[in-house]
């Protein structure tokens, strides 16, 4: 009785959680303002964040929201930046390409629907062990340290490769012919 | 527990209890930030007065009627003072009080903490992003600049309080602390979360988003219920910083003679106290020059202190 009242409950949240997550997904494709897309990004990972936790994922599920926040933050500025609306406030049209990216986006969703129809997933009978956050420590920092630690370094490498071509073309002049501030105090009596 | 009936009375003892903790505490800080800042002009406190002050502020805004912009994102700006608030609330279910005033300890309570204080990056901005005006965008620029300056040692210093608890439930870190407390076997630990408690809660020197050079910054076209609730949210964000503080560095409830609940309300006044003097007496400084402290002086030292607290956490473990 108590177990089928507790599978209920987290039936319900895990619907519940499933729907916002795909609901707020949707908005952002909809939305015409960069701020407004990133957040709605957001809100959708904060459901796949509660989903997290409901597979006794905790600690991924909690860092999920730590670092959504700041990330969705920071894209949100990038794209204000990088873009021709300097507000952001404005509104303008969030998607392009509409044909290739309909049929990109059906072929995905057949393909990932086929495999969940299927594919044959094996059951796991054992009940998770309270400390998952230990083992993801010991995954993380054991066997798979290589793999992580390699990932995180091509990763960081990508991120400062596409910010130096994006900011090749500066205000004062491209960065590779040297972009350098005009100098603050008036020269040639003022005139430009 | 596990039945639906006991996590609805778990949800209500919750709302109830973080409730009467946020709203006993939101007003705490009114009154205490009136006194400490008669006490530092060295003026007389007259205690009934600062008492009855923010009730009769409370009132007077609850009559003022709103400020409108021009094409505000009405939704974002009516729910950023709402999620600023609600995230000081979630922050507060996983600090215990002692351990029969506690909610059951969740075991990752300290990234749980975490997370919810980092979403307050999200609240500023949308705040200041919303109301379609100058001043709030420019504050709302400012926070991000400030709260990925903050974030850094605000973290490394809660996961070096974690490492000799081995543990990221609170609870656990309270318990490791009854031989010493954190504040004395991580001297760094403590200074360095209350300034980057300070920036979390945007407060007094480190007030960068609402400062009054840009007007109020993203608070700058608020008026009404709004800014009273703004208002009130950022004084629970500073509560849920002390608390947290108490907790993770001064023992929380762990003390002799009196219960553990008035120990962890003791330590909690006391560090807002701590928090609210440097509101009165350091100067406001240039968000420019905090972000250069914040990345060169602040983060190495909280690097050192988990490394420390991380060696004496290993020898500890290899005894």
Redesign the interface.
Known sequence: ???D??R??SDLVFWLAGAVAVFTAWRVFRTDSM??AA?WL?ASFVAVGVILVLLHA??LG??L???M??E???M??FMVMFMMNP???NPMMMVHQHRTSIVAGVVAFLGLAAVGVFAVFPVALAVPT??T?AQLGRELLGDSMLVFETAGVALFATMIGAIAIASERGRYGTADEGSVEPPAELTNGGAP | M????G?LRLLFLAVVGVGAVLMGGVYAVEVLDRLVGRAVARMPLRLAEAAAAPAREAGLLLLQRRTVTERP?AA?WALAPALLGALAAAALVVIPLSPALALPD???GI??F??AM??V??AV??HG?SA?SVFP?IGA?RF?AQ??SY?MPLALVLIAAALPAES?SVGDIVRSQSGIWNVVRQPLGLPLYLIAGLGLAFWGPLNFPDAADLAGGTRAELSGAALLLWHASRSAVLVAVAAMGAAAFLGGWLGPWLPGAVWMTLKTIALLLVLLAAGHLVARVRLERFVIVAWTVLIPLALVDIFVSGLLALRGAGR
Do not use: H, K
């Open positions: 009785m108590e177990q009242g507790e209920v409950l701020v407004r957040y957001m905790d600690f909690l860092v929201l730590l670092m926040a700041g969705m933050t920071i949100a500025i507000a952001g406030l309270p400390d956050t | 596990s039945d639906p009936a996590v994102d974002l969740i075991g990752s990234v749980y975490g997370a980092a979403m990056m999200v901005y949308v992003w379609n965008i620029y991000i709260a990925l974030e990221l």
